[in-house]
């Protein structure tokens, strides 16, 4: 998948992450991460990067994320 700006990838792995958490009953570790990737969308906003979704997006459930930083793969 190809992002519209430099950072876009890390809004994606919290959001699988807060997905993660949440379906495995870890419903404060799913709230930090909403509250974690409202801080990296201010922060990337701050950088004059544009951002994509917004603090309550759900995101896709369908990518898996490569331990190279800043790829990911459809499943």
Known sequence: MKYDAPHDWI???LTDLKQYARANGM???AEQL?????????????QGAP???G???NGSTDRTH???LG???RA
């Open 11 to 13: 809004l994606d792995v």
């Open 27 to 29: 419903l404060t570790l």
């Open 34 to 46: 909403d509250d974690t990737r409202l801080v990296a969308s201010t922060e990337i906003a701050s």
């Open 51 to 53: 951002v994509t979704g």
């Open 55 to 57: 603090p309550g997006d």
């Open 66 to 68: 490569s331990r190279r």
């Open 71 to 73: 790829t990911s793969q």
